[in-house]
């Protein structure tokens, strides 16, 4: 473990030991204070939350970790798929290295999704959960009809078979990685995606990548394409029965400019993310919290200001006892 002390306070960083390698993280806050897990976005890694930490209460503990295949983290072994479940298990076996019994969560896009899938799946384990432009699930309802049904049903199978397809073409192909110069990566990663800006895009470059003489290479496994390739898609009767389970207090904050739904091309469709929060609402009652802030996908990281109250409040705030069917 290797630590420094800076202007945002007190950081580590963390190498946790996992079956394939090891899983980097980094710290803030008090040793001493209630501890919250940070999860990254898609192709993103804990650089994410670098700007928004130091504006939240000093007095928690925060540790945000790079997923597997992301950031300074292990990549999975050969054969190993990046699906849905595995990287819910990474936070299972980061917090059992931490020695975490309780502790909230603070999900980014991604990493909300699969923060809520652990709630659900460990819900005792839970106490707050902060959903940052993000749902605890997706839905696989882009469908009005028994038509669009059976479409939708033959999309996810065909994501299944694209996974499974892809990753073999990645580890049969002997392609060396992609060097180039920093001005052309942060191009590259400013065109792919118009939501993070040219600060915010070199922060996550300087976990995301490596210095060689001629360049820059990018760390995450090349196995890791779109986000619809590795995520399950539930039914509407799912997500009802999944999130009755949480024990967990929720705050959702959505950029009014921010994404509906991890299929892009859907993303006018804002039914699914609607159904998701009148549920959350009517299921969770007072234990639900849902907030609009200006500001696009990345907010939290372009302007934290923005939310950093917010979720500060949150944090700190005691829990009544949650809802009871």
């Known amino acids: ?14 190498k946790l030991a996992v079956p394939w390698g090891h899983i980097a993280a980094k ?3 008090s040793l001493n204070g209630s501890p919250v897990l940070c999860l990254h976005g898609w192709l993103d890694n804990a650089n994410s939350f670098d700007r928004l930490i130091p504006l939240l209460p000093q007095d928690l503990h925060y540790v945000a970790m790079d997923f597997g295949g992301h950031g300074l983290s292990s990549h999975y072994s050969p054969g190993v798929p990046y699906c849905h479940q595995n990287f819910v298990n990474e936070i299972r076996r980061v917090v059992a290295a931490l020695k975490w019994n309780r502790f909230s969560i603070m999900g980014h896009s991604f990493g909300g999704i699969v923060a809520g899938m652990f709630s659900c799946t460990f819900p005792e384990m839970v106490d707050k959960l ?5 749902s605890p699930f997706v839905l ?30 990645v580890e049969a192909s002997e392609k060396p990685s992609h ?9 590259g990663l400013l065109k792919n995606n118009s939501h993070v800006s040219e600060k915010c895009g070199e922060l996550l470059l300087q976990r995301g990548t490596t210095k060689v003489a001629t360049g820059l290479l990018l760390n995450r496994d090349r196995r890791i394409t779109l986000p619809e390739l590795s995520l ?21 904050i959505k950029a009014v400019h921010g994404y509906y739904d991890v299929r892009r091309e859907n ?11 009148d549920m959350l609402k009517s299921t969770l009652k007072e234990q639900f919290q849902f907030v609009e802030v200006p500001g696009t996908h ?8 923005h939310v950093a109250s917010i979720i500060g409040s949150f944090l700190q705030s005691k829990p009544r006892l949650p809802y009871q069917l």
């Open 1 to 14: 473990m290797k630590v420094r002390l800076c202007l945002s306070g007190l950081i580590s960083e963390l």
């Open 27 to 29: 710290a803030w806050g």
């Open 130 to 134: 902060v959903l940052l432009d993000s």
């Open 140 to 169: 696989d309802f882009h469908v009005r009809s028994w038509a669009f049904m059976h479409a939708e049903v033959e999309n996810l199978l065909t994501y299944k078979r694209r996974a499974i397809e892809y990753t073999l073409q």
């Open 179 to 187: 060097v180039v110069s920093p001005e052309q990566m942060l191009q």
């Open 232 to 252: 399950d898609f539930i039914s509407k009767e799912l997500f009802v029965h999944f999130i009755r389970k949480l024990q967990a207090h929720v705050l959702l």
């Open 267 to 277: 993303d006018a469709d804002k039914e699914p993310f609607l159904f998701i929060i």
């Open 298 to 305: 990345y907010v939290h990281m372009n302007e934290p200001q």
